[in-house]
Antibody, heavy 120, light 107 residues
């Protein structure tokens, strides 16, 4: 079955960086994009960016584009999200999701989420 | 960016009730609209894609309709396991954007 398994919770100080991994299985990794989204406590869903494992192309939300880096390791079917210069308002649950692409399909399978807490 | 306006933000209902949620896009998204269910501490679960197509394994009491800018999500007969928060998402263009959510709780 299709699975996306994320790395564990992180606690970081303001100004630090965090990397979250997302190991996929059960489908052809290069056939779908991976979107990263986040959800602040008690808030709605915010899309952060997308990467194509096939081409390596990326697209970032304007709000985080200067601090976000998305990468992949095709050999292990794993996607990575690095967020730099963390601030307290980056505290959120971060999700990876399989993304069929614009005008093709929505984000259909999601990881379990990774809580990132930014606190001094 | 395409803004998604979802209403109501919350509603109280009883088991067996018919529940309807609406989502309006700030511009035409064709039928590139999905509906998700989220329970506390869990990731969102895709229920509807293409505005009206039921994802595999999703009960038939869930349905969606609409195209362009106006969309509707309906639960025909609310079940105890349906108390959750529901979101619409447009995937017509990046950035992907979501409605603000509708919390469905027990009356």
């Amino acid at each position: 079955q299709i699975q996306l398994v994320q790395s564990g919770a992180e606690v970081k100080k303001p100004g630090a960086s965090v990397t979250v991994s997302c190991k996929t299985s059960g489908y052809t990794f290069t056939a779908y994009g991976v979107s990263w989204l986040r959800q602040a406590p008690g808030q709605g869903l915010e899309w952060m960016g997308w990467i194509s494992p096939y081409s390596g192309n990326t697209n970032y939300a304007q709000k985080v584009q200067d601090r976000l880096n998305l990468n992949i390791d095709i050999s292990t079917s794993t996607a990575f999200m690095e967020l730099r210069s963390l601030r307290s308002d980056d505290t959120a649950v971060y999700y990876c999701s399989r993304d069929g692409g614009i005008a093709v399909s929505p984000t259909d399978y999601w990881g379990q989420g990774t809580l990132v807490t930014v606190s001094s | 960016d395409i803004q998604m306006t979802q209403s109501p933000s919350s509603l109280s209902a009883s088991v067996g009730d018919r529940v309807t949620i609406t989502c309006q896009a700030s511009q035409d998204v064709n039928t590139y609209l999905g509906w998700f269910q989220q329970k506390p501490g869990k990731p969102p679960r895709l229920l509807i894609y293409g505005a009206s197509n039921l994802e595999m394994g999703v009960p038939s009491r869930f349905s969606g309709s609409g195209s362009g800018t106006d969309f509707t999500f309906t639960i025909a007969s609310l079940q105890p396991e349906d108390f959750a928060t529901y979101y619409c998402q447009q995937y017509d263009n990046l950035p992907l954007t979501f409605g603000g959510g509708t919390r469905v709780d027990l009356k």
